[in-house]
Nanobody, 119 residues
Framework: QAQLVESGGGLVQPGGSLRLSCAAS????????MGWYRQAPGKQRELVAG??????TNYADSVKGRFTISRDNAKKVYLQMSSLKPEDTAVYYC??????????????WGQGTQVTVSS
């Protein structure tokens, strides 16, 4: 199984910015997709942004133009969040879908990092 470690959450004022990071390690042969999800209290988990191994991206309509997902050459994914709004407040979870050393598809989740947007 793989492990995902997230960082970068915190408290920020409306209009501010944060950058979330996620590093994947463990039994990973290759990563198919990585993404960020979020869940606010009393609400369902939703996809915020995703990126494929080929670099294709997709975003929730609510964050288009404000958030940017990216990857580096290692097994890391980032979410640059700008023009943050109170409704962005949630726990953000990193997700990876990958092939393990037996060439089977697996999925792992990070522990979550809290993002709070408030005055």
């Amino acid at each position: 199984q793989a492990q995902l470690v997230e960082s970068g959450g915190g408290l920020v004022q409306p209009g501010g910015s944060l950058r979330l990071s996620c590093a994947a390690s463990g039994n990973i042969f290759s990563i198919s997709t990585m993404g960020w999800y979020r869940q606010a209290p009393g609400k369902q988990r939703e996809l915020v942004a995703g990126i494929t191994s080929g670099g294709s991206t997709n975003y929730a309509d609510s964050v288009k133009g404000r958030f940017t997902i990216s990857r580096d050459n290692a097994k890391k994914v980032y979410l640059q969040m700008s023009s943050l709004k109170p409704e962005d407040t949630a726990v953000y979870y990193c997700n990876a879908r990958y092939y393990d050393d037996s060439y089977s598809m697996d999925e792992s989740w990070g522990q979550g990092t809290q993002v709070t947007v408030s005055s």
